[in-house]
């Protein structure tokens, strides 16, 4: 067995009846301590993206509600109370640290719209680059996927995705992915290790009546790990009240159960970027074609030399050298009509021509694939 590398950028998400003591109210003292191992994991030079529900929880207790409302709505109305008092909760404890903290709000149709999909993850990139914590919710007053099912496991999956994450960790109430239901058979084993990309391990966690189906069940979070598996990321799911269970994941004293990907997720990336159908053609001076090529680096407006067809900010395009041979596909920054302004001029002048800079480059390397 491999020792596993957690790698530099993770996704922590913790559940509502962890951090809400099963509804008793918000349990800052297992948030201090989260929050303590994450400070430590930034001084060893890890990115984190912490993904939390719980905004229910505090709201409904907010509100005076005896228990978790039942209607839709009222739902919705308890999250968006509980949500203020949930970030403040997480920005005082990070403020002990001197950690700036940001609040994300997202619905998986914003990770689905090409366009919503490159602004998250551009400002999730730049926030983390500004050396905040981001911390994602979903914003539950238009949408009610992960109140009604899986408590934000999907959520996490998709902004592991998203940002390209090494390693996605679920913090849980339960020790981990068990080979029986344990409420069956008391007797059931962690299993310690998997393949991200097993379809045996759903049905094992199908079988978990602790949290089989429904609501954030490990079934949701046995899901979530495939999804991060297929953009190259492992998962870990762990017990949250262990004490230092962060920091045991980054030393490989695996506390849970570890869902490893296949794949490297810097091919992963590569793979889809190959994938996607293109929206337009842009022809690269020799300059730009020599700097893509052979420097990794980004496209910038200059080197454009011509652009074809029409297409929106974050829809992939084609680059050709000016023979017309493909060299590579990218997320572009800008639509066409505004690639037509800045073509073959240099960054100074987006905002001249536009009245606006959304980025410098029309194509960031990260979001750039080589072909051919
Ligand atoms: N977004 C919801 C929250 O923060 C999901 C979890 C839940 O339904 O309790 O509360």
């Not at 366009?115 to 914590?133: E, S």
């Not at 962690?190 to 954030?216: N, Q, T, Y």
């Not at 949250?240 to 849970?256: C, F, K, T, Y």
């Not at 480059?361 to 051919?372: A, K, M, P, S, T």
Request: charged share 20%; with cysteine; proline share 2%.
């Amino acid at each position: 067995m491999n020792k596993y590398e957690s790698g530099d950028t993770w996704v922590v998400k913790v559940g509502s009846s962890l951090l809400s003591s099963d509804g008793a109210g918000i349990d800052k003292a297992l948030i201090d301590n989260w929050v303590a191992q994450i400070a430590r994991l930034r001084n060893l030079g890890k990115k984190i993206v912490l993904v939390s529900s719980g905004a229910v929880a505090v709201g409904a207790k907010r509100l005076g509600m005896t228990s978790r409302p039942t209607s839709l709505h009222e739902l919705q109305a308890a999250a968006a109370v509980g949500q203020m008092g949930l970030i403040q909760v997480y920005e005082t404890a990070f403020q002990r640290f001197n950690i700036l903290t940001a609040q994300v709000l997202l619905t998986n149709d914003d990770l689905l719209s090409r366009k919503r999909y490159l602004n998250a993850r551009n400002t999730l990139t730049k926030l983390m680059h500004m050396n905040t914590i981001p911390i994602v919710n979903e914003n539950d007053t238009v949408v009610t996927d992960e109140i009604q099912f899986s408590d934000n496991d999907s959520l996490a999956a998709l902004v592991t995705n998203l940002i390209n994450a090494d390693s996605l960790i679920i913090l849980t109430d339960q020790p981990g992915l068990l080979s029986e239901d344990p409420i069956a058979n008391p007797s059931a084993k962690l299993i310690k290790e998997a393949s991200a990309s097993d379809p045996a391990i759903l049905r094992v966690a199908g079988k978990s009546s602790v949290a089989g189906v429904g609501r954030g069940g490990m079934l949701s979070k046995v899901n979530a790990a495939q999804i991060a598996g297929k953009s190259g990321a492992s998962t870990v799911i762990a017990c949250g009240r262990s004490e230092g269970v962060l920091i045991d994941i980054q030393a490989g004293n695996m506390p849970g159960t570890l869902f490893r990907s296949e794949k490297e997720a810097v091919i992963a990336r590569k793979q889809w970027l190959a994938s996607l159908r293109s929206s337009g053609t842009l022809i690269l001076d020799q300059g730009a074609c020599d700097q893509l090529t052979s420097k990794g680096s980004s496209l910038l407006p200059v080197g454009v030399k011509q652009s074809i067809g029409e297409y929106k900010r974050g829809d992939a395009v084609t680059c050709c050298n000016e023979s017309g041979r493909e060299i590579g596909r990218g997320l572009i920054n800008y639509g066409s009509g505004q690639v037509l302004k800045i073509c073959g001029k240099p960054t100074s002048e987006i905002e001249g021509q536009l009245g606006f800079i959304s980025e410098e480059e029309l194509i960031h390397r990260d979001n750039f694939v080589l072909l051919g």
